[in-house]
């Protein structure tokens, strides 16, 4: 999952880095004014609600769920809706017929049913996927969802010159020639035309897949795969009052401004094991200034950010000082990196690779980001913690989070020897300007090259213009950007859902593309085909972890941080968690408050 889910990530000041980390570090430590057990306001305690859940009994039917947030979503439409707490608010007013289990921590990523009354029964060959429908399943209208809205919602998908924007996972899996032109332009009657999901019945969906594919479930249960009414279908205005299939409906939306959900009157609790339901009502408020929402935050005016990207400094130094039983600090499931495009001399060459790699001081760079706290542990490799197959820590091929944590000179200078390159080169680093964090991130690694003979200017261009800018490798190429500052997190918690665009060659594209490293491994292509192939989660698990060795191996990355947030949750909340199914965000679904 690129920045374009994390879009609204609030900007950490340059020149407060140092002294937020420094605090950070203290608070670590039991530092902070609140009592760590949360006698103060009713708050549940510091990390109370991370990775596991806070005051469950405390939660009562009843009463105002107040979010805030920097921005508004890309979209709220099912289809098009692609930022990370999107996906995560959606589940208020869209089902689908798998979903993520309503558990903290690595649960939350495993696959429960929604719509469906089980998961799928799957063909031995792994290429068909049936489910059947609930019993008194319904739209906010009273009438019943069907297998065929179910049908209908998938297809939209197929219709991105009228709704681009939002995964096209569906697309690749179920329909890899582009054989289907989509719903709008579909010539059948009953504009269901897609011939890789079948409706027998109006309580039965049977999905053909052409190749097997064992992360089917888990790309059913995005939001892209929400059941879309025909007759309610508005097209590109579909995101402004999307027709609710669950416990929520629209009442009213300014875009930029504000969002009010109020309870769905048909939607029974007995047709739905996921949601509880429990307030009354759910509001947004979005504000332009950072700083000011993380202070009505604090003051209690509302409940918890939706965003879900941690404080910015200012309201962080605030909250840690202050309110620190009202703080928890998850892993986010993003890695942070630096990324070495091949196309750009001498990176061709992995030994100038793992110059750059050694030669890097990883504690100055964890500082940079915020530190351990709010920064996050140093990146040791390219596979998040939520990620089966993961090892965190424990895989550190070139140390860098021990021996080599402030570089090694010695070392990296063995590597420009073997490159060729003796007394060092000269490249160039390409950061986004509006994000101050990996700017500084930039500048620390200029400052650690210099030392092993590696000369480093700083390319700082328009975030906004991404995808034409180092997501052209022709651009790449021609910039001479030998080194790219970026993050990723996982669309979904799989090897493939993380590391496909960033690592396979299939998905080397001209524009928008993330394979930035131009990785073109026939090793690591035959690990993903055999991972898609693969039904045995312990065997996945196993194929996961090899592919992000050989990636490693390669040297095309050097990693940052496993980055952490520190989030906020007022003493209101009860029946709090994080989830790894939402990134380390807050499990929006289920929450409740106190009465």
């Not at 290429?127 to 998938?154: A, C, Q």
């Not at 200017?457 to 490798?473: K, L, M, V, W």
Request: proline share 5%; glycine share 10%.
């Amino acid at each position: 999952m690129s920045t374009q889910r994390t879009t609204g990530r609030r900007k950490q000041a340059v020149a407060a880095a140092a002294v937020v980390a420094a605090l950070l570090s203290t608070a670590a430590c039991g530092g902070g004014n609140d009592d760590e057990g949360g006698s103060k306001g009713g708050a549940a305690g510091f990390n109370a609600a991370n990775n596991k859940v806070a005051q469950a009994s405390l939660a009562k039917k009843g009463g105002t769920l107040k979010f805030a947030g920097a921005q508004d979503a890309d979209s709220w439409d099912t289809t098009r809706g692609y930022y990370g707490f999107m996906w995560n608010f959606s589940r208020y007013y869209s089902r689908q017929l798998v979903t993520n289990s309503t558990e903290p921590g690595a649960k939350g990523a495993q696959v429960t049913p929604d719509l469906a009354t089980k998961t799928a029964q799957i063909s031995d060959d792994g290429k068909t996927y049936t489910y059947t429908l609930r019993d008194g399943v319904t739209w906010e209208d009273g009438k019943p969802i069907t297998s065929k809205d179910v049908k209908y919602g998938i297809e939209r998908v197929w219709a991105q010159d009228v709704l681009s924007g939002g995964p096209i996972y569906l697309q690749q899996v179920l329909d890899p020639k582009k054989t289907y032109k989509g719903p709008y332009k579909d010539k059948s009657a009953d504009k269901l035309g897609l011939k890789a999901i079948e409706t027998p019945d109006d309580k039965t969906i049977v999905f053909k897949l052409p190749a097997a594919n064992s992360d089917f479930e888990e790309i059913l249960a995005l939001t892209s795969a929400s059941p879309v009414r025909q007759d309610k279908d508005t097209k590109s205005k579909y995101g402004l009052k999307p027709f609710s299939s669950g416990p929520y409906k629209f009442q009213s939306y300014t875009p930029n401004k504000n969002l009010t959900l109020v309870r769905n009157t048909e939607w029974k609790q007995s047709s739905d094991p996921v949601r509880k339901a429990y307030p009354d009502k759910i509001t947004v408020n979005f504000f332009t200034n950072a700083n000011d929402m993380d202070q009505r935050l604090i003051n209690g005016d509302y409940d918890l950010d939706i965003g879900q990207t941690g404080l910015s400094p200012q309201g962080r130094t605030t909250a840690l000082k202050q309110h620190k039983a009202n703080l928890d600090n998850p892993v986010s499931g993003y890695i942070r990196y630096a990324v070495f495009p091949q196309s750009v001399k001498p990176f061709d060459n992995e030994h100038c690779r793992k110059a750059v790699i050694y030669g890097a001081d990883h504690e100055s760079l964890q500082t940079a980001r915020g530190g351990p706290v709010a920064g996050g542990d140093i990146g040791t490799n390219m596979l998040p913690p939520s990620v089966p197959g993961a090892e965190g820590q424990k895989y550190d091929p070139y140390e860098s989070a021990t021996t080599n944590k402030n570089g090694n000179v010695a070392k990296a200078k063995e590597e420009l020897k073997a490159c060729g390159k003796p007394n060092g080169f000269k490249t160039t680093i390409a950061v986004r300007n509006n994000k101050p964090v990996e700017v500084a991130t930039a500048e620390s690694l200029q400052a650690s090259l210099k030392k092993v003979g590696i000369t480093v200017e700083i390319d700082q261009f328009d975030g906004a213009q991404t995808t034409g800018i180092i997501g052209s490798p022709a651009n790449v190429k021609k910039k001479g950007y030998g080194i790219i500052i970026m993050g990723w997190g996982p669309d979904y918690p799989t090897v493939t859902g993380f590391g496909l665009p960033l690592w396979s060659s299939d998905y080397i594209l001209e524009s928008g593309n993330n394979n930035f490293a131009l990785i073109k491994d026939k090793t690591i292509d035959g690990l993903f085909d055999s991972y898609t192939k693969e039904l045995d989660d312990a065997k996945k698990a196993e194929i996961s972890t090899e592919i992000n060795h050989k990636v490693m191996e390669g040297g095309y990355y050097l990693p940052f941080v496993f980055e952490k947030f520190i989030n906020w949750r007022s003493s209101r909340l009860a029946n709090v968690y994080t989830t790894d199914g939402y990134s380390g965000q807050y499990d929006f679904v289920n929450l409740g408050l106190k009465k």
